[in-house]
């Protein structure tokens, strides 16, 4: 029993750890520059089409002035109908001409009730971003939202 109680905490200590670490590490910076600089996506027009049959999912186009060195990304989920969101299914992708799957990225900062990241880096662009999320009914959702960020000059 001391032993497992033991293991339990070294797990424990472990993942707060590991947390911590990824949290107080700096800015996120979802995309390289040699990413960034990857085509667009040449499909446009899609997000109308987008299932919305999972969480609620709410996300706004963000503008950032080129003063700013990193700035606030936050998607919030809501459960659909009392079904609780299954966090496991968080996804974000950049739409570039092949998609970039952020999701191990923002992994650390995604939970039930959305992503939240305090401090996020881009390169200066245009981008478009895709979310999705499913509940525990296996029901899933996707947003499209565009973050600009400006070029100083």
Known sequence: MRSLTRITMAVLLFLLTTAAAALASGPVQLLTVQEAALPDSRVYGMAE???????????????????????????????????PVDAATVRLECLKSNPIDLTPRIRPYAGKQGI???????PPGLYRFRVAVGDVKGRFSEKEFTVKVSVIF
């Open 116 to 122: 939240s990241l305090q401090s996020v880096s881009l």
């Open 49 to 83: 089409r987008l299932p919305s049959d999972g969480p609620e999912i709410w996300v706004s186009d963000l503008e950032v002035p080129a003063a700013a060195p990193t700035f606030p990304l936050v998607v919030r989920f809501a459960e659909k109908g009392d079904v």
